[in-house]
């Protein structure tokens, strides 16, 4: 289920990232499902972006050390 994230001024993908999923790393993530916002960098406040479930990562993508083996 997506839900939304309303910007604060100054906001930019990766701590977005970091506050709705916690890791900056998925902000590529949040450029996927937000196409027509990828040429902001830095965003002004009430700015509205779609903020999906992560997928679930199957245990084949996972490292050893997290796949439990």
């Known amino acids: 289920m997506a839900l939304d ?3 604060k001024s ?3 993908w990766d701590l ?8 900056e790393l998925k902000a590529d993530w949040l450029m996927q499902n937000n196409p027509e916002l990828i040429h902001i960098v830095r965003f ?5 972006l ?5 997928p679930e990562e199957k245990s084949g ?3 050893p050390w997290k796949a439990g083996a």
């Open 5 to 7: 994230y309303t910007t």
């Open 10 to 12: 100054g906001d930019t």
């Open 16 to 23: 977005i990232a970091l506050n709705v999923y916690g890791s």
């Open 44 to 48: 002004d406040s009430g700015t509205v």
């Open 50 to 54: 779609s903020t999906p479930e992560l």
């Open 61 to 63: 993508d996972l490292p």
